[in-house]
C-alpha cells in the first residue's frame, strides 16, 4: 500500500483525477495532513466513498516513537523512530528564539565511512524515501506540539547519495499547500559528492549548502574522510565555488576539531589559504567523542586560537554550540546505544 507522504499535490491531483474525483479533495487532504490529522476518517470535509477509497488505497506512514529525549541543558529534544519495517532513525529538535530547528535523517545507516559519526558505523542500510524523511517533521512538530520552520538535512546518512528522495523532499516542504518552509530556512550537509553539489546547482534552489571538510589539506583529510579518495579538496572547493556562482549563496564549510589531528595554528592558516576568495563561512564543531573511535575534543584554547586566525585572515567564523550533548545528541548516538541493547 503506497505511502500518501510520497506524493506531491500534483502527484495526488492526478491520482483524484484519475479515480473520477475532483483534483481540489488533493488540497484538502494535504491541509488536513500538514496540520497533524493523520486519520484518514478525521477528515470531515471529504465524503465518506473517498475516505473508504483513501483507506484502502494508501496508508499515512508515520513513524513510532520508540524513544524521546529532552535535554536537561537546553531547549533540545531527540527522537528515536521506528519505521514500519523496524528500521530505526534519529531526528533533534532543537529550539530558538528565532524558531523550532529539525536535524533530520535521510538514510538508514550512512555507507560514506566518516571516522567521526556514530551513525556509518554499520553502514548504510537503505535510502528513505522522501515521504519517510518529511514524516519525521510531522510526527516531531505533533511530539513538540509547535511549528517547525528550520530544516537541517543533517542527520544519519549523506543526503546527496539520496539524490532524488531529497530533492523531492525539498520541493514538497516549500510548498505553500505544505509546511511552507522557505529555501533559505533550509540546509543540505554533505561530506562531497563533487557530481551531485554540480547537480544541486542547477537546482535553482535558495537552501545552504554544508560542506563536511574537516581538513585543510588531502593527506590529513583521507586519514577521516573515505569520500577524500575520490574527490581531492581541489576539485570539491571547485564545485564550491560552482555552487556560490549559480545560486549566489553562501557555502558553510564544517570543520570538526579533533585534538592533536586537525586543530593547530598552521593548519589554521593552511585553510585560511585553501578557501580565500570564496563566498563562505566556516562552522568550527568540538569533535563528538564516540567509543568506536579515539578523536578527542580539542581544547577550548586551540579552538579559539583556529578561530581567531581564520577570522584574522578574513574567514567569517564561528563555533558551533553543543546542544543536547546529555541526551546523546550527537548524529548516531542514540540509535547505536538502543541497537547494542
Not at 187 to 213: R, W
Request: hydrophobic share 40%; net charge positive.
Amino acid at each position: 500500500m503506497q505511502n500518501i507522504l510520497d506524493m506531491n499535490l500534483d502527484q495526488l491531483k492526478a491520482w483524484m483525477v484519475q479515480n473520477g474525483e475532483k483534483a481540489f479533495r488533493a488540497k484538502q487532504i494535504f491541509d488536513w495532513i500538514y496540520n497533524g490529522v493523520f486519520e484518514f476518517s478525521e477528515m470531515n470535509n471529504i465524503p465518506k466513498n473517498l475516505l473508504s477509497t483513501l483507506e484502502k488505497s494508501f496508508r499515512l506512514g508515520l513513524p513510532r516513537t520508540v524513544a524521546k529525549l529532552q535535554s536537561k541543558d537546553d531547549d533540545t529534544y531527540k527522537f528515536l523512530f521506528a519505521y514500519e519495517d523496524g528500521n530505526l532513525i534519529e531526528s533533534v529538535v532543537m529550539k530558538y528564539k528565532h524558531g523550532n530547528t529539525i536535524c533530520v535523517s535521510t538514510q538508514v545507516g550512512c555507507r560514506m565511512g566518516c571516522k567521526f559519526c556514530a551513525s556509518t558505523i554499520e553502514g548504510m542500510i537503505r535510502n528513505l524515501t522522501s515521504g519517510e524523511i518529511l514524516a519525521q517533521i510531522l510526527k516531531a512538530q505533533n511530539e513538540v506540539g509547535e511549528r517547525i520552520s528550520n530544516v537541517v538535512l543533517m542527520g544519519s546518512g549523506e543526503p546527496l547519495d539520496n539524490y532524488d528522495n531529497v530533492i523531492k523532499f525539498i520541493r514538497c516542504i516549500n510548498m505553500k499547500n505544505g509546511l511552507n518552509i522557505g529555501m533559505r530556512h533550509i540546509t543540505l550537509s554533505t561530506c562531497g559528492i563533487v557530481p551531485k553539489i554540480n547537480e544541486l546547482a542547477k537546482e535553482d534552489f535558495q537552501i545552504t549548502l554544508a560542506v563536511s571538510l574537516h581538513a585543510p589539506n588531502d593527506f590529513l583529510r583521507k586519514q577521516v574522510m573515505p569520500i577524500a579518495n575520490k574527490y581531492s579538496i581541489k576539485e570539491l572547493l571547485g564545485a564550491c565555488k560552482e555552487y556560490i556562482e549559480k545560486t549566489n549563496r553562501r557555502v558553510t564549510f564544517e570543520y570538526a576539531l579533533v585534538k592533536d589531528f586537525n586543530d593547530s595554528s598552521q593548519l589554521a592558516e593552511e585553510l585560511s589559504g585553501a578557501l580565500h576568495g570564496l563566498l563562505c563561512h566556516v562552522n568550527l564543531i568540538p569533535v563528538n567523542e564516540i567509543k568506536e573511535n579515539e578523536l578527542k575534543k580539542s581544547s577550548l584554547e586551540n579552538i579559539s586560537k583556529f578561530r581567531n586566525i581564520l577570522i584574522k585572515n578574513g574567514i567569517e567564523t564561528t563555533i558551533r554550540r553543543e546542544m543536547g550533548s546529555d541526551i546523546n545528541a550527537a548524529c548516531g548516538q542514540l540509535r547505536r546505544s538502543y541497537l547494542k541493547s
